[in-house]
């Protein structure tokens, strides 16, 4: 093998040597300087997109704050609206109760005078039943017709006897 023959190493080494000097300017003039350019342009995107990325959250904490005061006004509206029905139905339940009770205390009030008309027909008609009772009893158990007054008189002097 030819490398490995002792008397060819100077012009190896010197082939050597002018291989690493061309290599070493192509790679300091025109790859590294590539590398670099392609390593800032990537650091620059990144960057940029960090820089983005950091807009984009800002202006997404700043919707989810807008949000979140929407949702509590919102909920703070409904709650008055609430609030609001609440009362007008309670003022509203409360003007029915009081009409009723005032329809209520009405029809009490006349169906007491009602039945305070009715009672005093009826111990009228008591009264008379009693005389005609009375009457009848009389005449059968005495075999004569009592007098009208006298009847009248004693009946009305036992019913307000009762009534007392």
Do not use: C
Request: proline share 3%.
């Amino acid at each position: 093998m030819p490398q490995f023959d002792p008397s060819t190493f100077p012009a190896q080494i010197f082939w050597l040597g002018v291989m690493f000097i061309a290599l070493y300017f192509v790679m300091v003039n025109h790859a590294i300087p590539r590398i670099s350019e392609v390593l800032e342009d990537r650091q620059r995107r990144i960057d940029s997109d960090l820089e983005r990325a950091q807009q984009l959250k800002a202006d997404a904490d700043l919707a989810i704050v807008r949000y979140e005061r929407a949702l509590a006004e919102s909920r703070a509206q409904a709650q008055g609206v609430m609030k609001q029905t609440s009362e007008r139905l309670a003022r509203e339940a409360e003007s029915r109760n009081k009409d009723l009770a005032r329809r209520l205390t009405d029809q009490i009030k006349a169906g007491e005078t009602r039945i305070q008309v009715a009672k005093d027909q009826a111990l009228a008609h008591v009264q008379q039943v009693a005389v005609d009772v009375a009457g009848a009893a009389v005449a059968r158990l005495v075999g004569t017709a009592p007098d009208a007054a006298q009847l009248d008189a004693a009946v009305a002097a036992a019913m307000q006897e009762q009534t007392r």
